[in-house]
């Protein structure tokens, strides 16, 4: 199992939120924020009504509905996500984007308040917001998931988050393996935890916050490159992503890393 920890300052992260080009055949982060938007929508639509929806061809009508509210075809989206799925950083730039419109579109929908678990008081919660399982598939646009937490209040100084899961399914031949990447942002610095998947069974992936600062926002991804995947499906399931309180864990769990110098 290969984990590489980092902490990142002031200047990384505004590095990493400089404007990146894309293609010209490659929807702009603009386009692809709007589009992804509604195809969130579309999804939740399904999973919310998944009698209407049990059949193929109605979800693809959906789904044309979006492409046709933007002048693009399915192929051009498609190859839009793969080019967003092989760069990372800037997709999960325009996915943060994509969560504020969509939280932005509840909060204008008036008096609708989502339940929040009171994390601040409890010694270990889960924080997981998305469902529980997860395929990979060679035919998967975007093989994996991506995760944007951003609780009311802050987390605690020196909270630990584990991300565990069950996975089988992985060939040891395979050439890529499903990767984690994990990030705390903590106002000027940000805290980033890089993991790899090896081998069936569970895996966990342990990130502990400077103790010295309040965490704002957990985000990341779960990601297998398919490029080799011709036949074989990896599995995942019971994902959780627990937070712990400072010294609530009992044993030491991430190594110490000291913030870059400049």
């Not at 692809?32 to 939740?44: F, G, H, K």
């Not at 610095?189 to 916050?209: A, P």
């Not at 990341?220 to 937070?243: A, E, P």
Request: glycine share 4%.
């Amino acid at each position: 199992m290969c984990k590489h920890w980092f902490i990142y300052g002031l200047t990384s992260l505004c590095a990493l939120s400089a404007c990146s080009p894309v293609p010209e055949n490659i929807l702009s982060q603009k386009e692809m924020r709007a589009v992804l938007a509604d195809m969130q929508i579309a999804e939740a639509i399904i999973n919310a009504d998944q009698d209407t929806y049990r059949d193929d061809a109605k979800k693809l009508a959906l789904y044309e509905s979006v492409f046709n509210k933007y002048h693009i075809t399915q192929a051009e989206y498609d190859s839009s996500l793969t080019w967003y799925a092989q760069n990372l950083d800037i997709y999960m730039r325009v996915y943060n984007l994509v969560s504020k419109d969509i939280e932005d579109r509840i909060h204008d929908l008036g008096d609708v308040e989502r339940t929040e678990v009171d994390t601040q008081k409890s010694d270990s919660v889960d924080i997981w917001s998305r469902r529980n399982y997860l395929t990979f598939s060679p035919k998967a646009s975007f093989n994996g998931t991506t995760f944007n937490i951003e609780p009311k209040e802050s987390y605690p100084p020196g909270s630990t988050f584990k991300l565990g899961m069950n996975v089988w399914g992985i060939p040891q031949q395979a050439k890529h393996k499903p990767q984690i990447r994990i990030c705390l942002d903590q106002g000027d610095t940000t805290v980033v935890i890089n993991d790899q998947i090896m081998r069936d069974g569970y895996h966990e992936t342990t990130l502990k916050s400077v103790v010295t600062k309040r965490t704002k926002r957990v985000y990341g991804f779960i990601y297998l490159n398919n490029r080799d995947m011709n036949y074989y499906k990896i599995y995942t399931d019971s994902i959780s992503l627990m937070r712990y309180n400072y010294k609530s864990v009992g044993f030491e769990t991430t190594k110490e890393v000291k913030p870059r110098e400049n």
